[in-house]
T-cell receptor, first 115, second 114 residues
Framework: GNSVTQMEGPVTLSEEAFLTINCTYT??????LFWYVQYPGEGLQLLLK?????DKGSNKGFEATYRKETTSFHLEKGSVQVSDSAVYFC??????????????FGKGTKLSVIP | DTAVSQTPKYLVTQMGNDKSIKCEQN?????MYWYKQDSKKFLKIMFS???????INETVPNRFSPKSPDKAHLNLHINSLELGDSAVYFC?????????????FGPGTRLTVT
């Protein structure tokens, strides 16, 4: 079946540090890939997405590139801020035939940024 | 002008009771979803409706029953509540069910079963 594996958290960084959150997937086919962010007490929000191989999604200084050869979609940011403290979810959606789609989320990675 | 709204935000109830959570989206989307997020933040899809038709029905106890009176609403009814049902339940919507569309999430309903 399809699955998403994220690095275990929590991740604690100092402000202005470089961030990488690893995400790898297994899928029978060609999924679209997403990063969602969940701030404390809120629902998830889309951070960025990529729908085909070699696409790069970017938003708010975050980037992730869809790497088909390594089945990865790692999230990066060059300089994190305290306001980036949240839980980050990697997700995929893939057509599974007969009009059906499968949605799978990773387990989430909690990021804490300290001043 | 809330895009995806859920009521109630908090729900505390006793084991064995029946409860409902309501969800409405004003985005004009065709597809709506219910997710369960446990205490470890693990997010699992439960159901999805596209134009009032059930299209995703994951392995969920049949005490959980979704109902979609129209494509802007997807309610979740839970019978005979159990302690393990305590979680945050998120509703979401997307323009349609397709690989390229992201989802828009509601603020969540925190259900506590005592």
């Amino acid at each position: 079946g399809n699955s998403v594996t994220q690095m275990e958290g929590p991740v604690t960084l100092s402000e202005e540090a470089f961030l990488t959150i690893n995400c790898t997937y297994t899928a029978t086919g060609y999924p679209s890939l997403f990063w969602y962010v969940q701030y404390p007490g809120e629902g998830l929000q889309l951070l960025l997405k990529a729908t085909k191989a070699d696409d790069k999604g970017s938003n708010k200084g975050f980037e992730a590139t869809y790497r088909k050869e390594t089945t990865s979609f790692h999230l990066e940011k060059g300089s994190v801020q305290v306001s980036d403290s949240a839980v980050y979810f990697c997700a995929l959606i893939i057509y599974s035939g007969a009009g059906s789609y499968q949605l799978t989320f990773g387990k989430g990675t909690k990021l804490s940024v300290i001043p | 002008d809330t895009a995806v709204s859920q009521t109630p935000k908090y729900l505390v109830t006793q084991m064995g009771n029946d409860k409902s959570i309501k969800c409405e989206q004003n985005l004009g989307h065709d597809t709506m979803y219910w997710y369960k997020q446990d205490s470890k933040k693990f997010l699992k899809i439960m159901f999805s409706y596209n134009n009032k038709e059930l299209i995703i029905n994951e392995t969920v106890p049949n005490r959980f029953s979704p109902k979609s009176p129209d494509k802007a609403h997807l309610n979740l009814h839970i019978n005979s509540l159990e302690l393990g049902d305590s979680a945050v339940y998120f509703c979401a919507s997307s323009p349609r069910i397709a690989a390229s569309y992201e989802q828009y999430f509601g603020p969540g309903t925190r259900l506590t079963v005592t």
